[in-house]
């Protein structure tokens, strides 16, 4: 295993290599540095011509300047990386070490959101294969497809932020758009569940008034103004994640895993207070860990006290339910902060910004204000990368998992008896996780590549931002510094797929063939 | 647990009654045949490439459009891209300047009957007809997306079989390079070329965007002729004394054509939108030239104002990238074997009468 890792990092290093010389001398040779020089009627311009010159080493030729460059990049193995400098003279590197956190937040979030929603619902598509949910999200999916996201991102700038800011100054919801949501949610979950007709139209209803109804509430209680959870509906919702992951991964009828999910739902309600005293009094990271790490251990504690045999899986329920229960609590602190932040000068009750990554007007030194403020930014740019790319999740889950329900180990396990949750759980979406992992490493890698054309339509400066700047003012340097992390890591995450493949499919094992 | 297995034997026997009736259909048919079918059962499939087919004919013989840059073929409309006509003003709402004429609201509903008007598309800020703009930058679009395809498409095609064909050194230095080329994402590629090469002209930024886009395609193409070159097929043409020319064209590639067609369609797809991304980003097709990327990054700004300067490239975009992923779905149903098509009831319901018809014969 080991030997196969390094001759596969020994590989790749020579592939980046190869990878940048080409482009280095493609993006060398097609432009000259010194061309708005040469063109201006500055007095001082030739010393400027040859100042510049002599510290981006114009003379000596691409090919021979490309090993100049490559030997300060092998620096990154003694801990001092030299990218070389750019025209304005800062340090390649010190660009560099600002963009990646902004570019990785702009696409984490959205990764993670497309994976779960693309999974989710092709997973359902395959389930209720030639339905007609089905077609729609087949639709939807190929609609999702072929959206340009700059032609998205105009749509979403007017018709979701300034709308939405708009409907902020009087939050009344009209009776059609009430009906509308509430409609749109009964055929969703109706369309979703299944089953018989009868079945059908009674969820369908079913659906319809608890959506009406939690509107018209949340309407009547000003709600869009001073949103906020409470304990009562935060220990409600907590109760609703312990019954669906439950059943999702063990089934209720496993009574050990069902109380021990209930009993965090319950620590989670005790939690409230003390939890709202640590976020007022200790803001920071730190607290956020804590309350994680103590929900997490409390759950595990009872996980083992209710539970004799099966342990594992049961913990992992216990696990999953304490990390979503303080997710929950986290969430209702920030609604709760939602009304101050509205009420400062800079955000003035538009609270959805259409451009850039923070309100530098905001200057809040309120930790849960400042990062309020950047979730708000993350909200467009998140939506537009989730629409376009959880189309790709979707087609791709819901074939993978039609393949496996073909398998035969599929019908063995139906006619082992085992229930329809074991049997899809189980049996069916695990192996469904194989190939999908390996996909969304590669495509991780790929959507930060992407983050191009995103970072223009929003106006956020990370890498694509600096790949921009360096492609017209012919940087060189700048230009490779970010192609050369981008190559980088799209080569780690074919790596990472690879192994986690073997990892995953007990059938492959890496470096055995040869 | 009796509950299940009547289920999972309920099942099979439907499977095998499906299976029945999906043999029966094929039979004496050839693979083309079959094929065809297949695809013209798919009825997105069939509306997209009406689709596309309308669009390629309304948007190239609407403008004068050169063949070969020799024969000039004139276009039906009345206006050109260069024309500056002017703009209309007072009959728009809002008080807007060169709005769009087209009105698709018969009169006895009380619009202005169904008709193109003088500007169907509107105008843009200096007079000139969206409508010719908008033919245009799609005209340059589809070339652009159609050079890709055929040039992305053959130099993956030739590489892929190349090195599945024959193995060994050759495969490691090709896959190798292959390698080499996907390690840099496309739109980053794209916009070094487009930025560079991008006043050349469309067809040239093309050319070598094609030039790069081929990486994927080899690879898929060269794992299908891995496994099929291992089959008794080629055995049996091997031993028959075929040259291995004649077994890579004449053997091989028929059966691979499926992977091929399929892939080539979702490159064109993904073409179009790389097009349009670079254009919009300033890294294709440059001024005074038309793309649809372009025009909808020139007046996005004007989108409050006047919203159809910056619907309709977009609309044009989005329907021929939906057809052709829609086609691509078709044409991957068609050459599946495995796909099972949906059996509906009444065909269940036939070849169970004709089932018991034969069995009461007996």
Same mark, same amino acid.
């Given at each position: ?100 956190? +902004? ?20 997973? +359902? ?26 032609? =998205? ?22 009776? *059609? ?14 369309? =979703? ?84 005293? +640590? ?72 609270? =959805? ?16 204000? *400042?990062?309020?403020?950047?979730? #708000? ?26 393949? +496996? ?32 992992? #390996? ?76 | ?362």
């Amino acid at each position: 295993m080991f030997a196969f890792i390094m001759r596969r990092i020994g590989v790749l290093s020579v592939i980046l290599m190869g990878s940048s010389f080409i482009l280095y001398n493609l993006a060398a040779y097609s432009g000259d540095p010194l061309a708005d020089l040469k063109q201006s009627t500055d007095p001082n311009r030739d010393f400027l011509m040859i100042s510049l010159s002599r510290e981006l080493q114009l003379d000596v030729p691409p090919p021979a300047r490309y090993f100049l460059w490559f030997k300060g990049v092998l620096g990154v193995f003694v801990g001092n990386a030299n990218f070389g400098m750019t025209r304005e003279g800062a340090t390649v590197t010190g660009d560099l070490a600002q963009a990646i956190p +902004v570019t990785l937040r702009l696409v984490f979030a959205a990764t993670i959101l497309a994976i779960v929603l693309g999974i989710g619902i092709g997973i +359902v598509t395959a389930l209720r294969q030639y339905s007609r949910f089905d077609y729609s999200m087949t639709f939807v999916s190929f609609l999702m497809f072929s959206l340009p996201i700059f032609w =998205v991102a105009v749509l979403l700038k007017q018709y979701l932020a300034i709308a939405f800011n708009n409907f902020l100054r009087e939050p009344n919801v009209p009776p *059609s758009g009430l009906i509308t949501l509430a409609l749109f949610s009964g055929i969703f979950w109706a369309s =979703v569940i299944g089953g018989t007709r009868r079945v059908f139209w009674r969820s369908f209803v079913a659906a319809t008034v608890i959506a009406g109804s939690i509107i018209a509430l949340m309407d009547a209680l000003n709600w869009f103004l001073q949103p906020g959870l409470g304990p009562i509906v935060v220990f409600a919702l907590s109760v609703g994640v312990a019954y669906g992951i439950t059943q999702l991964s063990v089934g209720v009828t496993n009574k050990a895993a069902l109380r021990s999910s209930l009993s965090i739902s319950g620590a989670t309600l005790a939690m409230y207070y003390p939890a709202n005293w +640590v976020f007022d009094n200790y803001p920071g990271p730190l607290g956020l860990l804590l309350l994680f790490v103590v929900m997490a251990g409390f759950g595990v504690v009872v996980a083992l006290s209710f539970s004799k045999i099966d342990r594992g899986p049961i913990i992992r329920t216990a696990l999953l339910t304490s990390f979503l229960s303080t997710l929950l609590l986290i969430v209702d602190k920030f609604m709760q902060t939602w009304k101050p932040y509205m009420e400062t000068d800079a955000i003035n009750y538009r609270p =959805v910004p259409t451009i850039g990554q923070r309100n530098d007007l905001l200057n809040s030194k309120d930790f849960w204000i *400042s990062n309020l403020d950047l979730i #708000t930014h993350l909200f467009l740019p998140t939506v537009a990368l989730t629409l376009i790319s959880f189309a790709g999740y979707i087609r791709y889950s819901r074939g993978t998992l039609l393949e +496996v329900l073909n398998q035969d180990y599929i019908r063995t396990a139906r006619a082992k008896g085992l229930n329809e949750r074991t049997v899809i759980m189980r049996h069916a979406f695990r192996n469904t996780l194989i190939p999908l992992t #390996t996909i969304m490493v590669v495509d991780f890698a790929g959507v930060i590549g992407g983050a191009l054309i995103t970072e223009r339509v929003f106006g956020w400066s990370g890498m694509g931002t600096l790949f921009y700047r360096g492609l017209l003012s012919f940087d060189l340097n700048l230009l490779m510094g970010v192609f050369f992390v981008t190559a980088t890591l799209s080569v780690l995450a074919n790596l990472v797929a690879d192994l986690l493949y073997s990892a995953l499919d007990p059938r492959i094992r890496v470096g055995s063939g040869s | 647990m009796a509950r299940a297995s009547k289920l999972s034997q309920t099942s099979t026997e439907s499977m095998s009654g499906e299976n029945a009736i999906a043999n029966k259909e094929v039979e004496g048919l050839s693979q083309g045949q079959i094929v065809r079918r297949r695809f013209f059962r798919h009825r997105a499939a069939v509306i997209s490439l009406i689709t596309i087919f309308s669009i390629v004919i309304l948007v190239f013989s609407a403008l004068d459009f050169k063949l070969f840059g020799i024969w000039r073929i004139p276009g039906w409309w009345k206006w050109t891209t260069e024309e500056l006509p002017e703009l209309r003003v007072g009959d728009c709402p809002g008080g807007t300047v060169g709005c769009p004429t087209i009105s698709l609201r018969p009169k006895f509903l009380g619009g202005a009957g169904i008709g193109l008007g003088t500007h169907p598309f509107g105008q843009d800020d200096i007079g000139r007809d969206f409508f010719a703009l908008v033919m245009k930058g799609t005209q340059r679009s589809l070339s652009v997306m159609i050079v890709i395809g055929f040039l992305g498409g053959t130099l993956g095609t030739i590489v892929g079989s190349i090195s599945g064909f024959y193995r060994g050194k050759i495969d490691a230095v090709l896959m190798r390079f292959v390698d080499f080329l996907i390690t840099v994402p496309a739109v980053l590629i794209g916009s070094v070329i487009g930025y560079h090469y991008g006043n050349l002209g469309a067809i040239f930024l093309a050319f070598y965007l094609g030039l790069f886009a081929w990486t994927g395609l080899s690879r898929l193409v060269r794992g299908e002729f891995l496994t099929l070159r291992e089959r008794e097929f080629v055995d049996a043409a091997r031993v028959a004394g075929a040259s291995n020319r004649r077994i890579i064209f004449k053997h091989i590639l028929p059966n691979a054509v499926g992977v091929i067609i399929v892939s080539v369609t979702l490159l064109l797809s993904g073409a179009i939108l790389l097009e349009t991304a670079l254009s919009y980003l300033g890294f294709g097709v440059v001024p005074p030239d038309v793309s649809l990327g372009l025009l909808i990054s020139q007046y996005q700004d004007s989108f409050t104002t006047r919203p159809w300067l910056f619907w309709y490239p977009g609309f044009f975009i989005i329907t021929i990238a939906l057809s052709i992923n829609f086609i691509g779905d078709g044409l991957r149903d068609a050459f599946d074997p495995r796909q099972r098509r949906r059996i509906t009831k009444k065909e269940r319901q036939l070849s169970a009468i004709a089932k018991k018809s034969a069995q009461e014969n007996e």
